[in-house]
Protein backbone atom coordinates (compact mmCIF):
# COMPACT_ATOMS: atom_id res chain seq x y z
CA UNK A 1 0.00 0.00 0.00
CA UNK A 2 1.34 3.41 -0.88
CA UNK A 3 0.83 5.88 1.59
CA UNK A 4 1.51 9.83 1.19
CA UNK A 5 1.92 11.19 4.25
CA UNK A 6 1.58 15.29 4.25
CA UNK A 7 2.67 17.34 6.77
CA UNK A 8 5.00 19.90 8.43
CA UNK A 9 5.58 18.83 11.57
CA UNK A 10 8.31 16.28 11.43
CA UNK A 11 7.45 14.62 15.01
CA UNK A 12 3.99 13.80 13.11
CA UNK A 13 5.75 12.07 10.03
CA UNK A 14 7.78 9.98 12.40
CA UNK A 15 4.90 8.93 14.65
CA UNK A 16 2.45 8.26 12.32
CA UNK A 17 4.92 5.51 10.30
CA UNK A 18 5.78 4.20 13.60
CA UNK A 19 2.22 3.22 13.93
CA UNK A 20 2.16 2.39 10.39
CA UNK A 21 5.40 0.00 10.40
CA UNK A 22 3.53 -3.25 11.67
CA UNK A 23 1.54 -3.21 8.40
CA UNK A 24 2.69 -5.48 5.61
CA UNK A 25 3.54 -3.71 2.48
CA UNK A 26 3.52 -0.21 3.37
CA UNK A 27 5.57 2.43 1.55
CA UNK A 28 5.11 5.74 2.52
CA UNK A 29 6.03 8.75 0.92
CA UNK A 30 6.67 12.09 3.26
CA UNK A 31 6.15 15.56 1.98
CA UNK A 32 6.77 18.74 4.23
CA UNK A 33 4.30 20.92 2.88
CA UNK A 34 1.39 21.50 0.77
CA UNK A 35 2.74 22.14 -2.33
CA UNK A 36 5.33 19.61 -2.34
CA UNK A 37 2.66 16.85 -1.64
CA UNK A 38 0.55 18.61 -4.64
CA UNK A 39 3.65 17.79 -6.31
CA UNK A 40 3.79 14.35 -5.79
CA UNK A 41 -0.10 13.46 -6.10
CA UNK A 42 0.40 14.85 -9.90
CA UNK A 43 3.39 12.56 -10.76
CA UNK A 44 2.64 9.10 -9.00
CA UNK A 45 -0.53 7.31 -7.89
CA UNK A 46 -1.07 6.30 -3.90
CA UNK A 47 -3.96 4.38 -2.51
CA UNK A 48 -4.31 6.90 0.20
CA UNK A 49 -3.40 10.39 1.75
CA UNK A 50 -2.85 11.04 5.25
CA UNK A 51 -2.93 14.97 5.34
CA UNK A 52 -2.41 18.07 7.92
CA UNK A 53 -5.08 20.81 7.54
CA UNK A 54 -2.26 23.50 8.75
CA UNK A 55 0.51 23.29 6.26
CA UNK A 56 3.50 25.94 4.62
CA UNK A 57 2.29 26.71 0.73
CA UNK A 58 -0.68 24.79 -0.09
CA UNK A 59 -2.73 24.18 3.24
CA UNK A 60 -4.30 20.53 3.36
CA UNK A 61 -7.95 22.14 2.79
CA UNK A 62 -6.83 23.51 -0.19
CA UNK A 63 -4.77 20.46 -1.24
CA UNK A 64 -8.23 18.64 -0.89
CA UNK A 65 -9.93 20.90 -2.71
CA UNK A 66 -7.47 20.92 -5.61
CA UNK A 67 -6.94 16.90 -6.56
CA UNK A 68 -11.00 16.97 -6.45
CA UNK A 69 -11.17 19.35 -8.93
CA UNK A 70 -8.12 17.46 -10.72
CA UNK A 71 -10.35 13.72 -10.68
CA UNK A 72 -8.02 12.27 -8.19
CA UNK A 73 -10.56 10.21 -6.39
CA UNK A 74 -7.78 8.81 -3.84
CA UNK A 75 -8.98 8.13 -0.41
CA UNK A 76 -7.95 11.61 1.81
CA UNK A 77 -7.87 10.87 5.39
CA UNK A 78 -7.51 14.54 7.39
CA UNK A 79 -5.08 14.51 10.63
CA UNK A 80 -5.29 17.10 12.73
CA UNK A 81 -6.21 19.26 15.57
CA UNK A 82 -8.70 21.09 13.70
CA UNK A 83 -11.94 19.72 15.65
CA UNK A 84 -14.12 22.50 15.39
CA UNK A 85 -17.25 21.58 13.54
CA UNK A 86 -17.42 24.04 10.77
CA UNK A 87 -13.89 22.66 10.27
CA UNK A 88 -14.86 19.26 9.88
CA UNK A 89 -17.85 20.18 8.00
CA UNK A 90 -15.74 22.26 4.92
CA UNK A 91 -13.55 19.42 4.97
CA UNK A 92 -15.99 16.57 4.07
CA UNK A 93 -17.51 19.05 1.64
CA UNK A 94 -14.17 19.64 -0.02
CA UNK A 95 -14.05 16.15 -0.66
CA UNK A 96 -11.94 14.13 2.55
CA UNK A 97 -12.52 10.29 3.07
CA UNK A 98 -12.48 10.59 6.66
CA UNK A 99 -11.27 12.56 9.24
CA UNK A 100 -8.79 11.75 12.67
CA UNK A 101 -8.20 14.37 15.42
CA UNK A 102 -5.33 14.75 16.77
CA UNK A 103 -3.44 13.34 19.14
CA UNK A 104 -4.28 9.44 17.80
CA UNK A 105 -3.88 6.29 18.26
CA UNK A 106 -2.16 3.59 16.03
CA UNK A 107 -5.66 1.44 16.16
CA UNK A 108 -7.50 4.40 15.22
CA UNK A 109 -5.41 5.25 12.24
CA UNK A 110 -5.36 1.64 11.13
CA UNK A 111 -9.27 1.03 11.63
CA UNK A 112 -9.42 3.75 8.93
CA UNK A 113 -7.22 2.66 6.77
CA UNK A 114 -9.26 -0.68 6.66
CA UNK A 115 -12.19 0.87 5.79
CA UNK A 116 -10.99 3.13 3.48
CA UNK A 117 -8.35 0.57 1.61
CA UNK A 118 -9.67 -2.89 2.63
CA UNK A 119 -7.51 -5.75 1.32
CA UNK A 120 -4.56 -3.85 0.77
CA UNK A 121 -3.65 -3.27 4.44
CA UNK A 122 -2.43 -6.53 6.25
CA UNK A 123 -1.13 -6.27 9.51
Given at each position: ??????????????L??????????????????G?????????????????????????????V?????????T?????????K???????????????????????????????????????
Open positions: MKILLADDDRLVRTVKVSLEPIEGVKITEARDDEAWDLLRREPFDVVLLDWLMPGRSGLKLRDARAAGLDPIIMLTAEARERVIAAIQAGISDYLIKPFDAGALWSKLVKLCGQKVQV
